[in-house]
């Protein structure tokens, strides 16, 4: 009996050691998982708050973009125009020679407000027109109200005109263009007479 007795004590404290075991075991699992948890926590933290900075930088470097161009938008025309300048922006700068185009920009450089920058514009044109018209060239005819334009705005509205997909659109884009001039014109007290047909 001393023996049976002896196996259901040893018995019994294996029962008993085990169950101590199960419920120490989950203690350091819990630990563990709750410690992995803290650390995916942290890291998810720490994502978010990257993204965040992330996004500032984006947000401060899109309004800081923003704030450029509609700094370059507001200047006047003639400060526009003199900063961008090209040869083939010139209207008519294929009859000019090298050395009118550089006296060109000198003189649209030179221009101090918006009156002195239409007229010259205007006075351009025409002797651009009269050159055309003596060599036999044909230049495409002004836009309406050109002289309001910088020489880039006339480009792109060249450009979109040329490649609108029928006419109705080509229409349309000059409407649009005239009734932006007739808005510039009085913005800047233009005679509608000045503009063109």
Same mark, same amino acid.
């Given at each position: 009996? +001393?023996i049976v007795l002896s $196996?259901?004590a040893c018995?019994?404290?294996?029962? @008993?050691g085990?169950d101590?075991?199960?419920?120490?075991?989950p203690?350091?699992?819990?630990d563990? $998982?709750?410690?992995?948890?803290? !650390?995916q926590?942290?890291?998810?933290?720490?994502?978010?708050?990257?993204?965040?900075? /992330?996004?500032?930088i984006?947000?401060?470097?899109?309004?800081?973009?923003?704030?450029r161009?509609?700094?370059?938008?507001?200047?006047?025309?003639? $400060?526009q125009?003199?900063?961008? +300048?090209?040869?083939?922006? =010139?209207?008519?700068s294929?009859?000019? !020679?090298?050395e009118e185009?550089?006296?060109?920009?000198?003189? =649209?450089?030179?221009?101090q !407000?918006?009156?002195?920058?239409?007229?010259?514009?205007?006075?351009?044109?025409?002797?651009m027109l009269?050159?055309?018209?003596?060599?036999?060239v !044909? +230049?495409?005819p002004?836009?309406?109200?050109?002289?309001?334009?910088?020489? @880039?705005e006339?480009?792109? +509205?060249?450009?979109r005109?040329?490649?609108?997909?029928?006419e109705?659109?080509?229409?349309?884009?000059?409407?649009?263009?005239?009734?932006?001039?007739?808005?510039?014109?009085?913005?800047? @007290?233009?005679?509608?007479?000045? /503009?063109?047909?």
């Amino acid at each position: 009996m +001393l023996i049976v007795l002896s $196996v259901s004590a040893c018995a019994l404290a294996m029962a @008993q050691g085990r169950d101590r075991d199960r419920t120490r075991d989950p203690a350091p699992d819990q630990d563990r $998982v709750a410690t992995e948890d803290r !650390t995916q926590d942290r890291i998810a933290d720490g994502d978010r708050l990257q993204d965040r900075d /992330l996004d500032r930088i984006q947000d401060r470097d899109q309004d800081r973009d923003r704030d450029r161009f509609q700094d370059r938008d507001q200047r006047p025309l003639h $400060v526009q125009d003199r900063e961008q +300048l090209r040869d083939r922006d =010139i209207y008519g700068s294929e009859l000019m !020679t090298r050395e009118e185009r550089r006296e060109y920009r000198n003189r =649209i450089q030179a221009m101090q !407000t918006m009156e002195q920058w239409v007229r010259f514009r205007a006075e351009h044109q025409q002797r651009m027109l009269d050159r055309a018209r003596h060599e036999g060239v !044909t +230049l495409s005819p002004p836009f309406y109200g050109q002289q309001l334009m910088t020489d @880039q705005e006339r480009e792109r +509205l060249r450009e979109r005109i040329e490649n609108a997909a029928n006419e109705q659109e080509r229409r349309r884009i000059r409407n649009d263009h005239r009734e932006q001039m007739q808005a510039r014109a009085r913005e800047h @007290q233009v005679p509608s007479s000045e /503009l063109g047909e």
